[in-house]
Each structure stands twice: as structure tokens, then as C-alpha cells.
């Protein structure tokens, strides 16, 4: 399991290798999909959660909803929670895991096991807050 600060890590050098493609000539590479637009038409639907052992694990997205906005500077569309739901009894935990789902294909979430330790269903909260509009600009 990959902790936050090797997702953390992994994402900076991304950012960096993108952001000198332009520089070097070569053209950026397209941003994954993870956006509040991308994932509210997908509610109640099932998701197979790729576990580091490779079994597919459904999932159900029951809950997306947008963050009060902090300041003008910041969109609505990077700045959201995702709840998915699963019947499993066998939890996997904090960390980064594969999600796939046929219309919007696989994406890579750090999600935070937050089950209640009374019930069976296991729960996993994927959080995102996205940067402001034209910082990077």
C-alpha cells in the first residue's frame, strides 16, 4: 500500500515533467478526468475496485458533493468529496487505490477507509481540493 506523501511525491514530479513538455516542444499530456463533472452523473453506480492483490472489489458511488467555495479564485469542479460503498467484509484501508468504471475508465484515488465499526458495509471517502484558477499560469 503507497502512503500519501509517495502519492503526494508522485503527483509533484508529474507536475514538473508536465509543466517543462512545453518548454522541451513537446505538446502537454491531456489532465485525468478528476473533476465533479466527471463523477456526479456516475451516482449509484457500480465501480470495481482494483485490490493490490488484483481481485476486482464492486463498489457503489452513493455520494458526490461540492465544497463551499473558499475564495473567487477557486472552481467548483476540483473541489469535492466522492463516498463509495461496499459490501465486502474485507477492508483495504487508507491509501491510493484503482478505481475503473466503463464510462470514465481507471483513475488512481487516495481514499480513507471511514467504516463505522459496527457495520459490515465498508465505506471510502476520496477528497480533492483543487488548485486556483491561473496559479500556475
Known amino acids: ?15 514538473l515533467g508536465a ?3 512545453p518548454a522541451i516542444g513537446l505538446p502537454a499530456a491531456a489532465p485525468a478526468s478528476l473533476t465533479y463533472s466527471a463523477f456526479a452523473p456516475l451516482l449509484e453506480s457500480t465501480f470495481q475496485l482494483i485490490a493490490p492483490s488484483g481481485t476486482m472489489i464492486p463498489v457503489v458511488l452513493g455520494h458526490a458533493a461540492l465544497h463551499a467555495k473558499p475564495n473567487a479564485a477557486v472552481t467548483d469542479e476540483l473541489n469535492f468529496t466522492l463516498k463509495f ?14 478505481f475503473r468504471h466503463a464510462q470514465l ?19 471510502y ?11 500556475f499560469a
Open 85 to 98: 460503498t461496499s459490501q465486502q467484509a474485507e477492508g483495504l484501508g487508507d491509501g491510493i487505490h484503482s
Open 1 to 15: 500500500m503507497k502512503s500519501r506523501r509517495q502519492f503526494i511525491q508522485r503527483c509533484s514530479s508529474a507536475l
Open 105 to 123: 475508465g481507471t483513475v488512481q484515488m487516495f481514499v480513507v477507509e471511514t467504516t463505522a465499526p459496527n457495520s459490515d458495509a465498508k465505506n
Open 19 to 21: 509543466s517543462l513538455l
Open 125 to 135: 471517502l476520496a477528497t480533492f481540493q483543487g488548485l486556483p484558477t491561473g496559479r
